[in-house]
């Protein structure tokens, strides 16, 4: 791998691979961290499963990493998921993946979102008069604001009405939380820096013609207090009359 970031897709297999391990043993911040990301995990299982149920048949995952939706859910099998990410993270979960089938129509799109945008989309079977399913798990928090602008702006252009944007963030509150700066400092030294976060996720979000549903919701500690620390949001498209309004 030659960039740093592209090194935390195995990190995240490999937390939600090992949970159940940390939680046998208790074993303090790894269980937690564990914990967090299997049920980060679930919350879009739920959203994709939920919108394939509901009929819909076009999935993008952008910076999917190592995710397995493809293979470990049950989908119907003319449902087209896309997972983009870096060429030499989509190369790797290749060679990894080998010969398993997926359970749906799963193909792969290696761009660098930032660098290359979303035009290579463009030249895939997706259909953008139909509604789009568009998961970012784990991914916003390293890309800067007006990348991450930018960003919702090409998923936005995208996107017609009934679409559904899923995704988390990072919390502007959870920042200043003395563990959660020490793991920023701790992401910045091996040069893959946390480089965003929002702090009010329905103004965000508005302006980019998505608006929040009652899924969404902000994830604290799980010992304490208030501070939201993640954001997982789940938001609809609008209709382009509301947008102008
Ligand atoms: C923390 S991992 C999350 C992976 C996966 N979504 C998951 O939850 O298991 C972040 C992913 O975002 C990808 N990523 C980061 N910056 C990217 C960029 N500019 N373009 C495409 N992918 C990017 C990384 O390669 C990595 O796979």
Not at 33 to 45: K, L, P
């Amino acid at each position: 791998m030659n960039r740093p970031v592209a090194d935390t897709a195995a990190w995240l297999a490999t937390a939600r691979a090992e949970a159940p391990k940390h939680e046998a043993a208790d074993a303090g911040l790894a269980a937690i961290g564990s914990a967090f990301f299997t049920d980060r995990a679930r919350f879009f299982d739920t959203v994709l499963t939920e919108w394939a149920v509901a009929g819909h048949r076009q999935v993008v995952v952008l910076g999917a990493g190592y995710d397995q939706r493809a293979f470990r859910l049950d989908l119907p099998d003319d449902l087209l998921l896309i997972e983009v990410d870096l060429p030499e993270v989509l190369a790797e979960k290749g060679r990894r993946i080998g010969d398993a089938l997926p359970r749906c129509r799963r193909s792969t799109v290696a761009a660098d979102v930032v660098a290359d945008g979303l035009d290579a989309l463009d030249d895939t079977r997706l259909d953008f008069a139909r509604p789009i399913l568009w998961i970012a798990e784990g991914l916003l928090y390293y890309l800067t604001p007006d990348e991450v602008r930018t960003l919702l702006h090409q998923v936005g252009a995208r996107s017609t009405q009934g679409s559904i944007l899923a995704l988390d963030h990072v919390a502007t509150a959870g920042t200043r939380l003395p563990e959660v700066r020490r793991w920023l400092r701790f992401m910045a030294d091996r040069g893959s820096p946390w480089r965003s976060a929002v702090a009010d996720p329905a103004a965000w979000l508005r302006p980019h013609g998505w608006i929040l549903t009652d899924r969404s919701t902000g994830v604290g500690r799980p010992e304490d207090d208030d501070d939201v620390v993640t954001w997982l949001l789940e938001a609809h498209r609008q209709a382009e009359e509301e947008r102008s309004r």
